[in-house]
């Protein structure tokens, strides 16, 4: 008796196993349902755009350098330091020539020869002429040879000290020696230290940078843009500027130059543009700045808009898939208009309430 019920036991046992896997392995075969996604229409601004990447520096920026050749005796300036057309930026100490500085001399010990004899000269014919032995006439030909002599005399001084201190004496002013500066504005950068050897600018040779300086107050952006957005874009168009040292804060400029003809770049061609910046932004914007400029193609505000995710064609037709009833669609057609890439301005056939059926990814044909 008691082996049969331990046998009915055990079969019933099995049984309940069997029936529990059988009912779990269904419950694992049956397909969740699947719940497409919508999305409804916005109202949002629709800006559609093009991008350069460049810098901010300033409109005017002037290499300061010197009209003469030597030493940088003295500094007067540091980089930041706001300056003043006039202001003296070095004082330059001259290295003369060795071959110009002796036919100076040469020049000078002639002169003083030539005035020496003619002061001789001069006084003896100004005995006779005060005894009346010679005429007037005769005396002043003396006369003149020694004002002659006494301007070359001064003349050849002059070379000298020029070309030993670069300043003459009957200027009394060293000029040449002390650099001053062209225009107004911050001092950018300084090159050069005390000490240090400068080369004066003239028609063969650009010289020596001892600064630069520039007109902080007025600012532009300069940057590339591809060949295939330049025919996009005309001057006058609106840029909002994003600089990567200046978190959280973008700046207006407006588009004034595209250049005529492209370089070549990286294999690219690229046009150089140039926009003015806002001179009512609060920010102190530092020359050499990398820049990101949004150049504003065409722009529409608070329309109507989805995201072009859920737009479909049909024959170069757009249309969208409406919900008329829980998980149930239909096809409707609609007119768009400007797109940014993202979202695209809806015109005619939808509806602010409507919820718009989400596509699943299309799968890419990689082809065989």
Excluded: H
């Amino acid at each position: 008796m008691i082996k049969k019920t331990l046998r009915a036991l055990v079969i019933v046992l099995l049984l309940a196993v069997f029936v529990w896997t059988f009912y779990f392995l269904f419950q694992k075969s049956k397909e969740e349902p699947v719940q497409i996604q919508t999305s409804s229409p916005i109202e949002t601004d629709i800006i559609k755009k093009t991008v350069a990447t460049g810098s901010v520096t300033p409109r005017r920026e002037v290499n300061m350098k010197s009209q003469v050749s030597g030493i940088i005796e003295t500094l007067y300036i540091v980089a930041g330091q706001q300056i003043k057309q006039g202001d003296v930026i070095a004082k330059i100490k001259i290295i003369p020539n060795l071959l110009n500085m002796a036919n100076a001399e040469n020049r000078q010990n002639a002169a003083q020869l030539a005035y020496d004899n003619a002061k001789l000269e001069y006084d003896r014919n100004k005995q006779l002429f005060d005894q009346s032995v010679i005429s007037k006439s005769e005396f002043q030909a003396f006369d003149l040879k020694l004002k002659s002599a006494l301007e070359e005399l001064e003349a050849a001084k002059n070379q000298l000290q020029i070309i030993k201190e670069g300043v003459s004496k009957s200027s009394g002013i060293s000029s040449n020696t002390l650099v001053k500066a062209t225009m107004s504005g911050m001092v950018l950068d300084v090159p050069v230290k005390e000490g240090g050897q400068v080369i004066e600018s003239n028609t063969f040779n650009e010289g020596t940078t001892i600064c630069s300086v520039a007109n902080m107050g007025e600012m532009i952006f300069e940057g590339k843009l591809d060949e295939s957005e330049v025919g996009k874009v005309q001057t006058g168009m609106d840029i909002v500027l994003t600089i990567g040292a200046i978190e959280g804060e973008s700046f207006n400029a407006k588009l004034e130059y595209i250049a005529p003809k492209g370089i070549t770049e990286n294999g690219a061609i690229q046009f150089l543009i140039r926009a003015s910046i806002d001179k009512q932004n609060a920010k102190f914007l530092r020359a050499g700045y990398s820049a990101n400029a949004d150049i504003i193609l065409d722009k529409r505000e608070k329309v109507m808009a989805i995201p072009e995710s859920v737009l479909q064609f049909d024959k170069e037709k757009a249309f969208v898939e409406v919900e008329k009833s829980p998980q149930q669609f239909e096809k409707r057609f609609i007119k768009t208009g400007l797109s940014d890439g993202i979202n695209i301005e809806v015109k005619e056939g939808l509806k602010k309430e409507d919820k718009l059926k989400v596509p699943p990814l299309k799968q890419i044909d990689l082809g065989d």
